[in-house]
């Protein structure tokens, strides 16, 4: 079946960086639009990035220039590069995956259990 592990979340100080990481397996990785979400305490799922099979990448306007959505197909591994990191990043952050990109979070077909990200001021 399918998996998405989530790794690499963590506490920094404002200013700081961090990596995360999604362990993919059970499906055919290269295929699928991957992507990032956050849900922080009291809001809504967002979407923070996806790539597309292809490579194409998007972001969100809160996190643009900071942080870099990259996969790595020979792995099946999808990682997020958050630099700069602020504390309004606080949340707890997930992987998905979806045959197309796009869409609300709940149409997203795959899970990660999530990591939590938490950065002091």
């Known amino acids: 079946q399918v998996q998405l592990v989530e790794s690499g979340g963590g506490s920094v100080q404002a200013g700081g960086s961090l990596r995360l990481s999604c362990a993919a397996s059970?499906?055919?990785?290269?295929?699928?639009?991957m992507a990032w979400f956050r849900q922080a305490p009291g809001k809504e799922r967002e979407g923070v990035a996806h790539?597309?099979?292809?490579?194409?990448?998007s972001y969100a306007d809160s996190v643009k220039g900071r942080f870099t959505i990259s996969k790595h197909n020979a792995t099946n591994t999808l990682y997020l590069q958050m630099n700069s990191l602020k504390p309004e990043d606080t949340a707890m952050y997930y992987c998905?995956?979806?045959?197309?990109?796009?869409?609300?979070?709940?149409?997203?077909?795959?899970w990660g259990q999530g990591t939590q990200v938490t950065v002091s001021s």
């Open positions: 998905a995956a979806r045959f197309l990109c796009g869409g609300m979070w709940w149409e997203w077909s795959y």
């Open positions: 790539i597309d099979s292809d490579g194409s990448t």
């Open positions: 059970g499906y055919t990785y290269s295929r699928y639009c």
